[in-house]
């Protein structure tokens, strides 16, 4: 896997609830935390560490769409869900 070089103003994407894809613009870097701003609504923000940043949309969905589908496969479920 790549190492993905940020930097301040760049426009990242996040994967909010496990369900949505959202913008951000990445307003600090500290160490291995990166504070970000939501894009659509300046007044509010996360920090957030390297491994939850995209440089694109796709690449978020990817990532989601295969999250989901390992949740709803089953994997890792105790076998008593199943009786």
Request: glycine fraction near 8%; proline fraction near 1%; hydrophobic fraction near 30%.
């Amino acid at each position: 896997m790549e190492d993905k070089k940020y930097s301040v103003g760049q426009h990242v994407f996040i994967i909010s609830n496990n369900s949505y894809v959202m913008e951000m613009e990445i307003m600090r870097i500290t160490g291995d935390f990166y504070t970000l701003r939501y894009v659509q609504n300046y007044g509010s923000g996360i920090r957030l560490k390297k491994y939850r940043l995209y440089s694109t949309k796709e690449e978020a969905e990817a990532v989601m769409d295969s999250e989901r589908k390992k949740r709803d496969s089953g994997i890792g479920r105790p076998r008593h869900w199943y009786d």
